[in-house]
């Protein structure tokens, strides 16, 4: 591992550590449990990715599930509570996913550092991509989307959560989805939109939504829910508006309000 340790939050801080049960309220109960259990039963060498995987608590409680499945996670950055592979025993203990004993035995999960824009695995790799709460901070969430695609092998599945919206929010983040926002022809083009259209021309897109409660807000979830069921590669045909593309993140040093101000706001236009 080669990038620079930065600051970050502790470990077991909300953002970086949502667990197996959080990710499956937001899509379905024991979702994530029940689609590698099929994958399994169809072959022996499962694959799973986690895009975002923060702390590693999820990629830690699967394997604790499922001890001979490929496990991958991709964050941006190391941070001092996630350092690659030899944080992931401390996250295990804080959690009380495995005892010292267990860790001795098992293999780790791999963790990989980069923008999730570009996926580094071959094509056809993965049964199972997931992801929460993440998505939100690329930049390029088309070139992410369409990675995903090509990362999956044919009949696999990726779950998805895209985008959140919760409480007061400014006029120029009031979409279903803040921080991926399309115009076509100088008018709002709802994502949601544009993966009903992917479907109709032949790749298996669903657009969903759940509604979830954190830190006292009532937080409202857009998803994008993927099944391979073609070897054509997806294109979004999107054009990055990098003019009106920017981190939420620089308005905090005047408006110092993080629960609107974070991620990504990614601009299009078709
Ligand atoms: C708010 S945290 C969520 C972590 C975890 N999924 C959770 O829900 O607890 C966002 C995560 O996305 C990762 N991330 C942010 N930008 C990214 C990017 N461009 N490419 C890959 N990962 C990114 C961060 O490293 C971080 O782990």
Redesign the pocket.
């Known amino acids: 591992m080669t990038s620079k340790i930065v600051a970050g939050p502790k470990r077991g801080h909300f953002?970086?550590?949502?667990s197996l049960v959080?990710f499956n309220k937001k899509f379905g109960k024991y979702i994530v449990q029940k689609t590698i259990q099929k994958a399994l039963s169809q072959q022996k060498n499962v694959r799973v990715l986690?895009?975002?995987?923060?702390?590693g608590?999820?990629l830690m409680e699967l394997r604790k599930l499922f001890p001979d499945i490929e496990l991958h996670g991709?964050?941006?950055?190391p941070w001092a509570a996630?350092q690659g592979q030899r944080s992931l025993p401390k996250t295990a203990r804080h959690y009380g996913i495995f005892t010292p004993s267990e860790l001795k035995k098992i293999s780790l999960p791999q963790i990989h550092f980069?923008?999730?824009?570009e996926l580094k695995f071959p094509k056809n790799y993965f049964d199972l991509v997931i992801?929460?709460?993440?998505i939100q901070?690329?930049?390029r969430k088309d070139l992410l989307l369409q990675e995903v695609w090509r990362t999956l092998k044919l009949g696999g599945k990726a779950l998805l959560n895209i985008d959140a919206r919760a409480g007061e929010i400014p006029d120029f983040l009031d979409f279903a989805t803040p921080r991926f926002i399309i115009y076509k022809k100088s008018k709002i083009y709802p994502v949601k939109k544009l993966i009903q259209k992917l479907r109709k021309d032949g790749f298996d897109l669903r657009y969903a939504s759940s509604t979830e409660k954190e830190e006292e807000k009532v937080k409202q979830r857009v998803h994008v829910l993927i099944t391979k069921n073609s070897a054509k590669p997806l294109k979004l045909g999107l054009h990055f508006d990098d003019l009106s593309s920017f981190n939420l993140n620089v308005l905090n040093e005047e408006k110092n309000n993080w629960s609107v101000f974070w991620g990504y706001r990614s601009v299009y236009r078709c």
Request: positive net charge.
């Open positions: 953002s970086r550590s949502r959080d986690e895009i975002g995987c923060g702390e608590r999820v991709i964050n941006r950055k996630m980069y923008d999730a824009q992801s929460q709460v993440s901070y690329v930049a």
